[in-house]
């Protein structure tokens, strides 16, 4: 399992370093408004029904879970790395695979998504 982020209300935690200035007060008001904890809940809420109903499916994919909850896709897609960061869930590696020749972990896809899986 990944360490978990310290100080998860840091908008560099939901940008990228190469992101424009803009990308970074926007990263601020989603924080500071409540937006970004309401997605999350909801994008987890989501998980927890799909991953514990009778024959749920116990890994997904941002696109599955777009489907199966009618949320938008790349709002879901931009929750999930949040909530790896929380420890909640995680992504799967590739068995047998340890890491890719660049040295970064080999993560198991699905229809081109990378596939996740609630942290036990």
């Known amino acids: 399992m990944k360490p978990q982020a310290t100080n998860l209300f840091e908008p560099k935690l939901i940008t990228h370093k190469q992101d424009p200035e803009t990308s970074f007060a926007a990263a601020g008001k989603m924080i500071k408004s409540g937006a970004l904890s309401r997605q999350e809940k909801i994008v987890w809420y989501e998980i927890e029904i799909q991953t514990h109903s009778p024959g749920g499916n116990c890994t997904f994919t941002a696109k599955e879970l777009s489907i199966w909850a009618g949320l938008n896709y790349h709002t879901i897609q931009r ?3 949040g909530l790896c960061l929380k420890g909640k869930i995680e992504r799967i590696q590739i068995e047998g695979i340890e890491t890719h020749p660049k040295g970064k972990p080999v993560y198991k896809k699905r229809d081109g998504c ?3 899986q609630i942290v036990r």
């Open 79 to 81: 929750r999930l790395s």
């Open 114 to 116: 990378c596939v996740w």
